[in-house]
């Protein structure tokens, strides 16, 4: 055994109120929600929109993420369950079950639907949550680490990982049979870092978002995908139908993405950069000032 190699035993369960669990897990989606709609406020006012942009972005956006991450697990990692049961997509979600490509089609959805009812555009609004995107897929990649699961192979790597409760319906009672592991999770939250962390300066240095439309979503979908795509090597299988395969579910998932991802980058760089950088924000406001008009006319004439 590695002398310096990390024991990680830490219990999922935050707090237990009777049968009912928080888990360190639910913290971490809870904590990533915020950090999003946080940046997302400061975004949205430093380009001039009101908070109600906001409110309405992270009601579809968020319900979008939900629907998306749990439909996605549910359709590409266990269809013959789900769809000989399907009921069992809601009733069984306390057991887990959530994929980050399921997510991201439910986030572009959940965009498309935000952006026609404030009278955004579709690019104006997956620019803006593409760099929020990786942020809180690295602080949910925290969460699988404290729930001790997506876990690499055994490694030899100093920096190697023990999971005693890698899989809680069989715990292992010798910690010498336990193999130090890749943490993978670690591997993607820091990849995610550094994709946000670039993907910010983009925006708020080079003022990319508006200059460049589809430029900022291209390298985001890029960042996390790509990332998703290699470090997958290092994974254990999810599945067991994955077993024999060249390449597992979250790689073959992730490809289209990240041929989507080049082709808003090339499509970006080939167009003219926009000049009037102004003009997505003050037609929603625009917007807004005519559905305040009208509200005071229905208030007035009751």
Same mark, same amino acid.
């Given at each position: 055994?590695?002398?310096?190699?990390?024991?990680?035993?830490?219990?999922? #369960?935050?707090?237990?109120?009777?049968?009912?669990?928080?888990?360190?897990?639910?913290?971490?989606?809870?904590?990533?929600?915020?950090?999003?709609?946080?940046?997302?406020?400061?975004?949205?006012?430093?380009?001039?929109?009101?908070?109600? =942009?906001?409110?309405?972005?992270?009601?579809?956006? #968020?319900? $979008?993420?939900?629907?998306?991450?749990?439909?996605?697990?549910?359709? !590409?990692?266990?269809?013959?369950?789900?769809?000989?049961?399907?009921?069992?997509?809601? =009733?069984?979600?306390?057991? *887990?079950?959530?994929?980050?490509?399921?997510?991201?089609?439910?986030?572009?959805? *959940?965009?498309?639907?935000?952006?026609?009812?404030?009278?955004? =555009?579709?690019?104006? $609004?997956?620019?803006?949550?593409?760099?929020?995107?990786?942020?809180?897929?690295?602080?949910?990649? +925290?969460?699988?680490? !404290?729930?001790?699961?997506?876990?690499?192979?055994?490694?030899?790597?100093?920096?190697?990982?023990?999971?005693? %409760?890698?899989?809680?319906?069989?715990?292992?009672?010798?910690?010498?049979?336990?193999?130090?592991?890749?943490?993978?999770?670690?591997?993607?939250?820091?990849?995610?870092?550094?994709?946000?962390?670039? %993907?910010?300066?983009?925006?708020?240095? /080079?003022?990319?978002?508006?200059?460049?439309?589809? %430029?900022?979503? $291209?390298?985001?979908?890029? *960042?996390?995908?790509?990332?998703? !795509?290699?470090?997958?090597? +290092?994974?254990? @299988?999810?599945?067991?139908?994955?077993?024999?395969?060249? +390449?597992?579910? $979250?790689?073959?998932?992730?490809?289209?993405?990240?041929? !989507?991802?080049?082709?808003?980058?090339?499509?970006?760089?080939?167009?003219?950069?926009?000049?009037? #950088?102004?003009?997505?924000?003050?037609?929603?406001?625009?917007?807004?000032?005519?559905?305040?008009?009208? /509200?005071? /006319? @229905?208030?007035?004439? /009751?």
């Amino acid at each position: 055994m590695n002398l310096m190699t990390i024991i990680w035993d830490w219990n999922p #369960v935050l707090v237990s109120v009777g049968s009912f669990d928080i888990r360190w897990y639910g913290l971490m989606w809870a904590i990533a929600i915020l950090a999003a709609e946080r940046i997302c406020a400061y975004m949205f006012k430093r380009e001039g929109l009101p908070p109600r =942009t906001v409110e309405s972005g992270f009601m579809w956006i #968020v319900l $979008g993420t939900f629907i998306g991450a749990r439909v996605g697990h549910c359709l !590409f990692y266990e269809p013959d369950v789900y769809l000989a049961e399907p009921w069992r997509i809601i =009733t069984d979600i306390r057991h *887990g079950g959530m994929a980050s490509h399921g997510a991201t089609i439910g986030i572009l959805l *959940g965009i498309w639907i935000f952006t026609r009812v404030n009278r955004l =555009t579709f690019i104006w $609004g997956i620019d803006r949550i593409g760099i929020v995107a990786p942020l809180s897929g690295a602080i949910i990649r +925290l969460g699988n680490l !404290f729930n001790s699961e997506i876990v690499g192979y055994p490694t030899d790597m100093p920096w190697g990982f023990q999971f005693p %409760l890698c899989h809680e319906d069989r715990m292992i009672q010798l910690l010498e049979d336990v193999p130090a592991r890749h943490p993978a999770q670690l591997y993607e939250a820091m990849c995610y870092f550094l994709t946000f962390g670039i %993907l910010f300066w983009l925006y708020s240095r /080079k003022d990319l978002g508006r200059k460049r439309p589809g %430029l900022l979503f $291209g390298v985001a979908m890029i *960042g996390i995908f790509l990332t998703r !795509f290699f470090i997958e090597f +290092l994974k254990e @299988r999810q599945e067991a139908f994955e077993d024999g395969w060249a +390449l597992d579910m $979250g790689q073959l998932l992730s490809i289209p993405f990240i041929v !989507f991802g080049v082709f808003m980058i090339v499509r970006a760089l080939m167009r003219p950069a926009v000049t009037d #950088v102004n003009f997505v924000v003050e037609r929603a406001n625009t917007f807004y000032r005519q559905q305040d008009r009208e /509200k005071n /006319k @229905r208030s007035k004439s /009751k």
